[in-house]
């Protein structure tokens, strides 16, 4: 075990078993000893089954599917580690849910983002890491520092491995611009952008094309897919405006309903994802979507954060 982090304790939830056991083999640390049982009626319960007092501790948790279960766990973690008088406790969130709900669309609705920020402060967490934060107006919802991390160091490395020419990079609306800009530049490709209407909650399609796509390779940049309406719809109006080959690369791959299915009969060649949400039993079956693990970054980040390093350095 490597001595200079042994004053770290890093304890996973059950969102993300397998990202925290790689992050823990990046870090060469041991995962926390904790027991998650649950009474009859579903209550959870967690003991913390090591010393803590003292430590600074990191609890990794999606609150990705089911939402509300892995959100209360997380909230009861970090109750049991500031009980057992931990000297800090930061939530490593991969995929911060209820993040699409981060202003008022219509009167007498709730900012339920904002709500999950105050229920994670109030529990005992000193700081969070999320990763690709669907607003990063959710970072000002926080009293508590809050670093938002990038998957794109990893899905930039992936697409320089698996492609190499006549590149175009799509922005599927108009508030993906800037990340797909940013892309675009680092990999010297094109850059185009869909003018999409949306019809209702979870409901999109394409309109317009606004770049020159034709016999291009596009790459579809996002940060999460949920449905995958707005992907295929992308796709098929990728297609009849004349590129070569579609693919799309998103961070959270929420994947609800028939999305899996889809995305399989759609015009997108391949989709990649990381594992920032476990893929589903169906999802995981379809041959178009590849995992790519954020493990790396997401330990790297944690060591800078012990460490009193700077985390935004790892994306200059």
Do not use: W
């Not at 990705?64 to 500031?82: E, G, H, S, T, Y």
């Not at 611009?177 to 990999?187: D, G, Q, T």
């Not at 790459?219 to 995958?228: A, F, N, S």
């Amino acid at each position: 075990m490597n001595e200079l982090i042994e004053g770290l304790k890093l304890f996973g939830g059950t969102s993300n078993l397998n990202l925290t056991k790689e992050v823990c083999d990046y870090l060469n640390i041991l995962p926390g000893e904790m027991v998650n049982k649950a009474f009859s009626d579903g209550e959870t319960q967690i003991e913390i089954e090591e010393d803590v007092r003292g430590r600074d501790t990191f609890i990794v948790q999606s609150t990705c599917r089911p939402v509300n279960d892995n959100l209360m766990q997380l909230l009861i973690i970090a109750d049991a580690l500031k009980r057992a008088s931990a000297k800090s406790i930061t939530a490593v969130i991969p995929y911060y849910g209820y993040a699409r709900q981060d202003k008022k669309v219509k009167p007498r609705v709730p900012i339920s983002a904002k709500l999950v920020a105050d229920l994670i402060t109030v529990a005992g967490v000193n700081r969070v890491i999320s990763i690709d934060l669907h607003a990063g107006q959710i970072q000002g919802y926080f009293n508590i520092p809050v670093d938002n991390i990038y998957s794109a160091p990893i899905v930039l490395n992936y697409i320089r491995k698996h492609f190499k020419d006549n590149l175009s990079i799509i922005s599927p609306d108009a508030g993906g611009v800037e990340r797909a800009r940013a892309f675009a530049k680092r990999l010297d490709a094109s850059l185009a952008i869909i003018d999409k209407r949306r019809e209702g909650p979870n409901v999109a399609e394409a309109m317009n094309i606004v770049g020159d796509v034709k016999e291009k390779t596009a790459i579809i940049l996002d940060d999460m897919v949920d449905t995958g309406g707005t992907l295929i719809e992308a796709a098929q109006a990728l297609v009849q405006d004349g590129a070569g080959h579609v693919y799309a690369c998103c961070t959270h791959a929420v994947l609800s309903g028939d999305a899996a299915r889809r995305i399989e009969e759609s015009a997108i060649e391949s989709l990649v994802v990381t594992n920032t949400i476990p893929l589903s039993r169906k999802a995981s079956e379809c041959s178009k979507i590849e995992v790519i693990s954020v493990a790396e970054i997401v330990g790297e980040a944690i060591k800078r954060v012990y460490f009193s390093r700077s985390v935004s350095s790892l994306f200059v």
